[in-house]
């Protein structure tokens, strides 16, 4: 049974040697690295056990996810409908198990606790017939069990303590990522589980586990050359270590690095895979047994040698999930066609397109949009105390500078500048005024003449327009795109809402460039 | 005039103002509403006639605006809807767990024309099916999940019935799997599950993403990505933010990130569309419409398009209001698609109708060249309506030179595009865009005068190709815009045909006032209000909101006594500092009042019974005439009790405007008798 969970050997026959005698009514599985491969363990090692013909382990089991199980009821159906096996059907109204007597099991907690009982009967009759003096066990494995609190938390003691409440056979197996003492319920209100932590996996179990997956493909594939052909299994392992000797010391977890590994597996095999012309020609199945020849050990040394520094780089983007496996791989292999050509490295350079990307959305913003967003990336970085000396109309040119000169060498203690502690927190007042400003000194000669000329004060027609609806919607709308940030409760309505500034200074200087504002001279402490 | 109020099938219906029957002095003064329209000159059923014809119009218009948008979005949504149908069956093999498909869709415009769009491209796809989230139906996960499972299951109209206590609960994702595998047949995925048909597809579609609840949309794709094996759902989240994938990276943890596969799309927006939009509606030859924009109108859809709002929504909006605004404002605009019977023997109305008609054809031309016409036009008004088809018809021919025009203009910007020196692009940007439009249709502006002079930069081979993409239409020409001399230089001879064809359009006939918006001014004010500065404005001068005069009067007191009473007090407002005494508030406002009725019965002295009392508000107003009336020691009493009374009244108005915010009684000893000026630094 351990064989098919390469790395988990020890949980299985932990597992495996609590199920030979009596299970513990509360147990706490905790593995912080990869939770999912340890849940998907641990159950199909219980259902294994209890499709098992062995009646002296006879076991009855139900998993459940309580991040999907969202109330109480959804709990109560899933784990009842699991226990006897009740196929949920659309055409009687996807009815639950309806017990015996068509009792209503998911009202209440007690209602559970009978059904729990009703449950156990039945599958107890059902078995007694084959082997007498043995009764079963039910088993109720709880993945997430970390989110059980969120979603119910007055269900957390009865679940610890399910055995002793309906006085049945039963095991409730907590699997999580968080340890126990984080989820506790206070006053002692659970009894203390029995733990079972699950260490990081070694490295050469990961190995494993990648290799053992290649064979589980493998064994799935049809018989034309594909990327996860059996010969090139050994090709795939020495790719395997190569990657977790890059990845390894970063990441524990294998199935990000099994992600990492099929991202990369089928560009780095393309090479001397038949390309797709070729295998048009070769429908001969003799042709296609010869082409795919485990490579020479020269090769291999090649294409590991070519690959290397792209698996630092799948690294870098797939383990934040900057990109998903499938457009890198293809990115990649659009990537490696063109530097082929021009004859440099393949050393992907992610980043820089991802800024470009993002630079030619945002100058499909309206105009409008532009100068907040300047408005706002100044209010964040400069202190209000500058705005008048910076803003202030009135002072001429020289004065402005002289003064900002003076303030900036007569600084006591060093202070961080603001563009590395982050983007400050400013009122909408602030920004308004801010906006005007800019208004006044770049936008006023674009403007269309108004309809009647009954602007007279100077800068009086800018001030209608920063008061326009359209500009508070557009504000409201940056925030909604996450180009503003909103620091104020969204419902809170005394005193003016407050905002941040969501946009790299990059990104403001290329706004400001493109509207034609003079960002540098603007900003009290320019980098 | 019948008004046909019964009528169901009337999407609006026109109720002619009659004046406030219940107050004499309302009547005698001109309403604004009125001032707008000449109905002294209008038809019986002019405006519903005008109705009809801007009904058309628009339609005509907006189903033209809609083919170009379906045309321009196209692309994307076929990308979209093929992405789709291989969400589920091109993945990458060898990963650890299956990934939900998520496709973002970034509108810049944030307009719900896309994905109108899209999802009709989509519904027309077999075996996919859409639901529609809407952020106020996720408020939490377990209504969300039942909204998302109900878009589905709920299609089949003859459901089992399921009862809410026997049956899985509503938001149970096992019911969607129940339904699926009984109504899409279930074949286990496996790694190469691209060797098997495409399989039917259940889209999620969630309306303003950035709306929802990160929480509760983090714990819906958990649940649907752990049944993503068995139950091919893709999510498409449609965004506004210009970069989704940041957003997505901002607001979902890493533990979801792993969970989903996105694809990013991104909806065309930018200057072209609004280019392509405007030239293909409007000037394209193949289409007729019925109003043509003028160079105001083109400007502002220009500047509000790339300065405030980048949505195809508020486009279309303003081509709707110009519309609403042309045929409501003039009423030849009956003229505008066909001509009204009328018989030979008119009715009064029909009468003035016709007379305004005929000094309108003949308004520009002089008495002695149009004598005669003007004489048999004037007999009948047959003939008269007659010689309006043939101005209509000449109108439509001579814009269709102008269209011609500016496709062989827009031919050249674009075959010119990127091929010429940096010098030529800059001189060809004043052409370009609606902004060019508007510079070629004005005759105030230079036209196309200077082409020639940017043309002549071209080298040799640039004009061949030049002069080889605009032959085809130069072919078409009739004979009197044919270049007279073949020999002159192509730039020399664009220039002079583009402005022999771009003839203005208000100089064609003297109706062009019908097809042709020329130069009225949008009302802006109704589509971007600065509502703050209306609302002091109006305060400060609410007679230039009611459009009475007030007289003349050099003493800035005096003044005040003309205003209403919230204009009053927000006179003393203004004056204050950033606190109010409330009292001395008062005393301001009442000194007021009383210098107003001192007047009152100043004039109502000297001139009994003729012009009552001036001051606005007829409510008001009579209530002074009232007190006025009674005399004694009594009415002193009650008109102290109704200064009060509407002081208060004035105060609680320019609270419920925002203009006051309260001190607390017994907080920081100011006992409540001050408030707080939340408006400061005004300029009148």
């Known amino acids: 049974m351990a064989t098919g969970h390469p790395g988990y050997e020890r949980l299985v026959y932990e597992i495996i040697s609590l199920f030979a005698g009596r299970v513990p009514p509360f147990l706490y599985i905790n593995d912080r690295i990869s939770v999912r491969t340890t849940g998907n363990v641990v159950n199909s090692v219980l259902s294994s056990i209890s499709r ?19 109330t109480p009821r959804m709990l109560y159906d899933t784990i009842l409908n699991q226990l006897v096996e009740w196929q949920v059907k659309w055409e009687d109204g996807c009815k639950i198990w309806p017990g015996t007597d068509e009792q209503r099991w998911n009202e209440n907690l007690d209602g559970f606790f009978h059904g729990l009982k009703a449950a156990y009967a039945l599958r107890e009759r059902s078995n007694s017939k084959m082997v007498v003096g043995y009764s079963g066990q039910i088993i109720i494995v709880i993945e997430r069990a970390e989110r059980l609190p969120d979603h119910m938390p007055d269900l957390l003691v009865p679940l610890t303590r399910l055995a002793e409440l309906t006085q049945l056979d039963l095991s409730v197996i907590f699997v999580s990522e968080v340890p126990w003492e984080d989820i506790r319920p206070p006053f002692g209100g659970s009894p203390d589980p029995y733990y079972i932590d699950v260490a990081p996996l070694a490295k050469e179990a990961v190995l494993h586990r990648l290799n053992s ?29 190569v990657i977790l000797d890059t990845c390894f010391l970063y990441v524990q977890d294998s199935n990000e690095l099994q992600y990492i590994a099929a991202a990369r597996w089928p560009g780095f095999v393309k090479s001397i895979l038949p390309s797709a012309g070729d295998q048009e020609d070769d429908r001969d199945v003799d042709m296609v047994g010869d082409s795919l020849q485990p490579p020479s050990e020269d090769t291999r040394m090649r294409l590991i040698r070519t690959f290397k520094p792209s698996f630092k780089a799948a690294l870098e983007t797939l383990y934040p999930r900057l990109d998903h496996a499938k457009h890198w791989a293809a990115a990649q292999e659009s990537r490696l066609g063109s530097s082929q050509e021009s004859g440099s490295g393949g050393i992907p350079d992610r980043k820089g397109d991802e800024e470009n990307e993002d630079g030619v959305r945002i100058t499909d913003l309206p105009r409008m949009s532009k100068f907040i967003l300047i408005a706002a990336h100044l209010a964040s970085t400069n202190p209000p105390k500058s705005d008048l000396k910076l803003f202030g109309r009135g002072l001429d040119e020289k004065k402005r500078k002289r003064r900002r000169a003076n303030t900036k060498s007569g600084g006591g203690a060093e202070k961080a500048p603001q563009r590395v502690l982050g983007p400050n927190a400013f009122p909408l007042d602030r920004l308004l005024a801010i906006l005007g400003a800019l208004l006044e000194e770049n936008d006023v000669d674009r403007r269309l003449p108004p309809p009647e000329p009954y602007y007279t004060i100077p800068g009086e027609e800018t001030d209608v327009e920063i008061a326009r609806v359209g500009v508070y919607g557009a504000i409201i709308e940056l925030s909604s795109t996450g180009l503003l940030h909103r620091t104020s409760a969204s419902d809170k309505l005394d005193g003016p809402p407050t905002f941040k500034c969501g946009i790299s200074s990059e990104t403001a200087k290329q706004l400001a460039g493109q509207v034609g504002v003079a960002l540098h001279d603007l900003l009290w402490d320019p980098a | 005039m019948s008004i046909p109020l019964e009528d169901i099938q009337q999407t ?8 406030d029957e219940d107050s004499e002095e309302e009547t005698t003064e001109p309403s604004q509403t009125l001032t707008l329209i000449h109905p002294e000159d209008d038809l019986d059923n002019g ?10 119009a628009w339609t005509q218009c907006l189903d033209r605006v809609k083919s170009i948008i379906a045309e321009l979005y196209s692309p994307v949504a076929t990308d979209i809807v093929l992405h789709l149908s291989t969400a589920h069956t091109d993945i990458l093999p060898g990963l650890p767990f299956p990934e939900l498909p998520v ?27 859409v639901t529609h989230l809407y952020p106020h139906d996720c408020v939490n996960l377990a209504l969300g999940m039942k909204a998302l499972i109900s878009g589905f299951v709920d299609r089949i109209d003859d459901a089992p019935k399921r009862k809410p206590a026997t049956s899985l609960a509503a938001y149970d994702i096992n019911v969607l799997q129940a339904w699926f595998d009984t109504f899409a047949g279930n074949s286990d995925l496996s790694d190469f599950s691209f060797l098997f048909e495409p399989r039917p597809n259940l889209v999620v579609l969630l309306h303003d993403f950035e709306q929802f609840d990160t929480s509760v949309i983090q714990d819906m794709l958990y649940i649907c990505s752990l049944q993503v094996s068995t139950l091919p759902l893709t999510f498409l989240l449609s965004l506004a933010a210009p970069s989704p994938a940041s957003y997505l990276q901002a607001s979902f943890s890493r533990s979801t990130l792993t969970l989903i596969r996105p694809y990013h799309f991104a909806v065309p927006s930018g200057p072209e569309v609004l280019n392509t939009i405007i030239i293909k509606t409007f000037f394209d030859k193949e289409y007729h419409v019925h109003l043509l924009p003028g160079p105001t109108l083109l400007e502002y859809l220009e500047d509000y398009y790339l300065t405030r709002n980048t949505s195809l929504d508020s486009l279309i909006t303003i081509l709707q209001i110009a519309h609403l605004k042309h045929f409501t404002t ?12 009328i018989s030979a023997t008119p009715t009064p109305t029909e009468l003035a109708f016709l007379e305004s008609l005929l000094i309108r054809l003949h308004a520009e031309q002089s008495a002695k060249d149009a004598s005669s016409q003007w004489l048999a036009r004037a007999r009948s008004p047959d003939i008269l309506l007659q010689a309006v088809d043939a101005e209509r018809e000449k109108f439509w021919h001579s814009v269709s030179m102008t269209k011609l025009g500016i496709t062989i203009m827009n031919v050249m910007l674009t075959s010119l595009r990127g091929t010429s020196s940096a010098a030529v692009q800059k001189g060809l940007d004043r052409w370009r865009g609606a902004a060019g439009l508007r510079r070629v249709l004005d005759k105030e502006k230079d036209g196309v005068d200077g082409l020639a002079d940017v043309l002549r930069k071209l080298s040799p081979a640039e004009c061949d190709m030049l002069s080889e993409k605009i032959e085809p239409y130069s072919e078409n020409l009739p004979e009197e815009f044919r270049p007279t001399n073949p020999n002159i230089h192509l730039s020399d001879r664009l220039e002079h045909l583009l402005r022999d064809l771009l003839e203005p359009p208000e100089k064609l006939t003297s109706l062009w006032t019908v097809w042709y918006t020329g130069f009225t001014p949008f009302p802006s004010e109704m589509l971007n209000p600065a509502l703050r500065t209306s609302i002091i404005s109006g305060l400060s001068f609410p007679q230039s909101f009611t459009g009475q005069d007030l007289p003349p009067s050099a003493d800035d007191e005096d003044i005040l006594e003309d205003l209403p009473d919230t204009s009053i007090l927000f006179k003393g407002y203004l004056k204050a500092g950033k606190m109010i005494n409330v009292y001395d508030w008062f005393d301001h406002f009442r000194t007021v009042l009383e210098s107003q009725r001192a007047r009152v019965i100043r004039t109502s002295s000297l001139t009994k019974g003729k012009g009552k009392a001036k001051a606005k508000g007829k409510g008001k ?53 001050f408030v707080l000026k939340t408006v400061l630094g005004i300029v009148e």
């Open chain 2, 47 to 56: 405006p519903l006639l005008r109705f009809d014809a801007y009904r058309a």
């Open chain 2, 12 to 19: 609006v219906i026109y109720i002619p103002y009659q004046g």
């Open chain 2, 103 to 129: 496709i973002t869709i970034t509108d810049v415009s944030g307009s719900s024309v896309f994905l109108d769009h899209l999802t009709t491209r989509i519904d027309a796809e077999a075996g996919t099916m």
């Open chain 1, 52 to 70: 098992s013909t062995d009646a002296s382990s006879r076991v009855y089991h139900a998993k459940i996810n309580a991040a999907a199980c969202i």
């Open chain 2, 330 to 341: 003039d009423v030849f605009t009956v003229l505008s698609i066909t001509t009204p019977q």
């Open chain 1, 213 to 241: 997956n290649f064979d589980a493909l493998s064994s799935k594939a049809p018989t034309t050359p594909n990327p996860y052909h059996p010969n090139l299994r050994s090709l795939y392992s020495q790719f395997a270590s």
């Open chain 2, 621 to 673: 107003a009579k209530k002074v005439d009232d007190d006025v009336d009674m005399d004694g020691g009594d009415s002193e009493e009650k008109w102290k009790l109704s200064v009060q009374a509407r002081f208060i009244r004035a105060l609680h108005e320019l609270d419920y405007l925002g203009f006051i915010k309260h001190t607390s009684r017994g907080g920081g000893g100011r006992k409540g008798e």
